[in-house]
């Protein structure tokens, strides 16, 4: 194996878990997702144990034996530093999902962006975020580190593999570590993909048959989760509340349109 890099699979031994976190951490933090000491990854170590990077440290300098080991309630079992300030979480989302092994927590500028204009990811622009994701819905805003951002986060966890944190950021979660930073990956980059169809004015959106067509498949690329059944997820060229074009007009050509409208109002009266 590459001395830097992960491999697919939740089947390892202790010490390639922690030497994978700290992989996972610089990659994190080398592509810009999180600033400072943000951002926290964990592992699912087996039925009632949880690896998690610590706080207070950027996810870009951590070394294998500064880990933390808690039991899915919280309660430290080993490590000399003290847990994410984010492992709750972490928790609520293993305890609702048996099927996730591994999650990943950051602040990427353009996918925070959207959580802070409170936008979810749910346009169909393309076709591989349908299948891979579906769509990306923003979960309430609760105070990081606190039960509020679990409250927050409980009616969304069954049904998504990728989470916007209103006013704060994204978690993703997957079977292991690398589906789970890749997840984050592809959260980051339809976010970019998306705010330059918004700057271009003009989104064409996949139809609902094409849409269809692409859920069927997303077994096969493998998602874990069910379709979410949605109206608004994914919303396609045949349900999305009016057009999606932006015009742009000058402030002279809008007070003309505005004088217009009222001269025209007057003249009925
Ligand atoms: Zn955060």
């Known amino acids: 194996m590459l001395a830097d890099s992960i ?10 878990h922690r030497r994978e976190i700290c992989t996972a951490g610089r990659w994190i933090h080398g592509r810009g997702f999180v600033a400072s000491t943000d951002g926290n990854i964990s592992i699912r170590l087996d039925s ?10 950027s996810k870009g300098l951590m070394s294998p034996d500064e880990m933390v080991i ?5 309660r430290k079992l ?3 530093r003290e847990p994410s300030s984010e492992l709750g979480m972490h928790l609520l989302i293993y305890l609702r999902r048996p099927d996730v092994n591994a999650i990943c927590h950051a602040h990427p500028p353009n996918a925070t962006a959207y959580a802070a204009a409170g936008i979810p990811l749910n346009k169909a622009l393309l076709s591989e975020i349908v299948l891979s994701l579906s769509c990306i819905p923003v979960a309430q805003y609760g105070t990081p580190g606190t039960q509020e951002l679990s409250d927050a986060l409980e009616p969304l966890v069954q049904n998504y593999d990728a989470i916007l944190l209103a006013n704060h950021g994204v978690v993703t979660c997957g079977a292991d570590l690398l589906t789970a930073f890749f997840r984050l990956e592809t959260v980051e980059h339809f976010a970019q993909v998306s705010l330059a169809t918004e700057l271009l004015g003009k989104q064409v959106l996949l139809s609902g048959r094409d849409v269809e ?15 979410p059944v949605s109206s608004n997820c994914p919303v396609t060229s045949d349900n999305a509340v009016g057009g999606s074009e932006r015009i742009s007009v000058t402030r002279e050509e809008l007070e003309a349109l505005i004088e217009e409208a009222v001269r025209k109002d007057r003249a009925h009266r």
């Open 7 to 16: 491999s697919p699979g939740s089947v390892k031994t202790e010490d390639q």
């Open 48 to 57: 009632r144990r949880i690896l998690t990077s610590p706080t207070g440290i």
């Open 70 to 74: 808690t039991d899915l309630q919280g």
């Open 78 to 80: 080993a490590g000399h």
């Open 213 to 227: 067509k692409l859920l069927a498949a997303r077994v096969r690329y493998g998602a874990t989760t069910a379709a």
